[in-house]
């Protein structure tokens, strides 16, 4: 919790709980359903929380957003985003049945309006958003056919609508088709080693009605 403040510093009271509380909540949940490696359980607040958290180090959601999170799996990065971004609107995708059961006992227990979760592949999703969100699901190419034409028309941010993955390592190879990506090392905001290699890569897609 520490390196959560210590980079979101303007927290509410209702924040910091909610962050408080991810622990103790996927411990349990995890003891049922496998959804964290049990080494990662112990370090969820940098592994999991503060790494969800590095995308809003590039970009603030606004009130009435639309955030959809492909592949969240046990959650990440949609379940940190929704409790610092409490006005912006989350849709939560997975295709496996018992990741999305604990998500969704996640948002439950944590009081979360702000969060819709559902076991649902990408390609079949008839609804638009702002942005799109996921963490190392696939590679780019896949992932852009799997969401393409799911951005909306209208822009709200500083950015145009689009992607905005987690992702690590050297990527020259696999946005050399997209030559509007750009890469955010996280090795620039955070001074832990474990987000040497990390980047956010921000990729705007056209919108097609």
């Known amino acids: 919790m520490e390196e959560i403040l210590k980079y979101f ?31 990662d359980i112990q370090e969820l607040y940098t592994k999991h929380v503060l790494h969800s958290l590095s995308i809003a180090k590039v970009m603030e959601f606004v009130a009435g957003a639309d955030v959809m999170d492909v592949g969240t799996g046990g ?22 049945a018992k990741k999305i059961r604990v998500v969704n006992e996640v948002v439950a227990e944590l009081g979360l309006k702000n969060v819709v979760a559902e076991q649902k592949r990408a390609e079949i999703v008839d609804a638009k958003f702002d942005f799109i969100v996921s963490r190392a699901v696939t590679n780019m190419p896949d992932f852009v056919k799997w969401i393409r034409y799911k951005t909306k028309k209208n822009n709200k941010h500083e950015f145009e609508n689009g992607i905005l993955c ?10 050399k088709d997209f030559p509007k990506a750009q890469e955010f090392a996280l090795s620039h905001i955070f001074d832990n080693e474990f987000f040497e290699t990390k980047k956010v890569v921000y990729l705007p897609l056209k919108y097609k009605g």
Not at 15 to 21: A, D, L, T, V
Not at 75 to 96: C, K, S
């Open 9 to 39: 510093s303007d927290l509410t009271p209702e924040q910091i709980s909610q962050f408080e509380k991810l622990k103790g909540i996927y411990e349990d949940w995890n003891a049922k359903i496998n959804v964290i490696s049990r080494k």
């Open 75 to 96: 959650g990440f990065p949609g379940i940190p985003l929704a409790i610092l971004f409490p006005e912006t609107n989350f849709y939560l995708i997975d295709v496996i």
């Open 166 to 175: 987690l992702k690590g390592g050297d990527l020259t190879e696999e946005l």
